[in-house]
């Protein structure tokens, strides 16, 4: 048995001493990208520079998810509660799709990356809609990483929004409530599509679910990084998934 090193300021596992087993990376990795206005106050920078740079890590992190095997990353990328920012704000943040694709849709289809999205997605502006949708059109028949950005997107009201369409269908059909399970709601869910998070990443430090896949997480190994978005890199990403394999070396297959 190892002796689990702390680290006296951040109180994280140190694992770094341990190899990567690349026969246990993790399937599904899904992470809110916190502490992106955090980095621009600390450099006096205006927020939408902790954006700008938040949004070159998303393509870093993509090429080394794709590298290590990961079939499905899913990124909080905007909830529905961050529409109360200013607006100037989210204008910015509503161009980043656009400016993002522009210089890197060429590498994810090269990587064999397929783009997908969850979330409210017909309120956003339509300039943001169409650089998307080519993106999915563009990458629809790639077998690699699926890259999945969380946009508009709220646990809860996917969950309502999940009983209501069994309501409806339930009712159409003449059926009453005894019919409904588990699996049906999880069916009507915006990731019916994919299996559930393995790992759960939150950078900066704060330590909870805001919202994000509040169902889909039952299950999850959570890592609380102290890095605030910006900053994450490789190298963190490695550590998070060492920490995975070790909790899983402790607690699982018994
Ligand atoms: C801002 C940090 C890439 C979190 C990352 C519209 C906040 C940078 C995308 C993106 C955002 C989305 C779809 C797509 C390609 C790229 C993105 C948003 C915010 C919300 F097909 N970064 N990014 N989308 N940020």
Not at 34 to 41: E, I, L, P, V, Y
Not at 59 to 78: E, N, P
Not at 82 to 102: A, C, D, G, H
Request: hydrophobic content about 35%; charged content about 25%.
């Amino acid at each position: 048995m190892f002796k689990k090193l702390i680290n006296k300021n951040k109180n994280q596992p140190i694992q770094s001493n341990f190899d990567l087993d690349l026969h246990n990376i993790p399937n599904h990795v899904a992470i809110i990208m916190d502490g992106n206005g955090r980095w621009a106050k600390q450099r006096k920078l205006p927020r939408i520079k902790g954006h700008y740079q938040g949004m070159q890590t998303v393509k870093k992190i993509t090429k080394v998810a794709s590298d290590l095997g990961i079939k499905y990353l899913t990124l909080y990328a905007f909830s529905t509660e961050n529409w109360t920012r200013p607006e100037s704000e989210v204008n910015y943040i509503m161009n980043l799709p656009v400016n993002f694709l522009k210089t890197f849709l060429p590498e994810l289809i090269e990587n064999n990356v397929k783009v997908e999205t969850i979330g409210f997605m017909e309120y956003l502006p339509s300039s943001t809609l169409k650089s998307i949708a080519k993106a999915k059109e563009d990458t629809k028949h790639n077998t690699g990483l699926k890259l999945i950005f969380a946009i508009n997107y709220g646990g809860r009201a996917e969950i309502v929004n999940s009983v209501k369409s069994i309501y409806d269908e339930l009712t159409a059909k003449g059926l009453t409530s005894d019919e409904i399970t588990e699996q049906m709601i999880d069916d009507h869910l915006m990731t019916h599509a994919y299996p559930d998070p393995d790992l759960l990443i939150r950078t900066s430090g704060e330590q909870r679910i805001s919202n994000f896949l509040i169902w889909q997480v039952s299950y999850s190994e959570f890592i609380f990084n102290e890095k605030l978005w910006p900053d994450f890199d490789k190298e963190e990403l490695i550590n998070c998934i060492k920490i995975y394999q070790s909790r899983q070396r402790r607690f699982g297959g018994l």
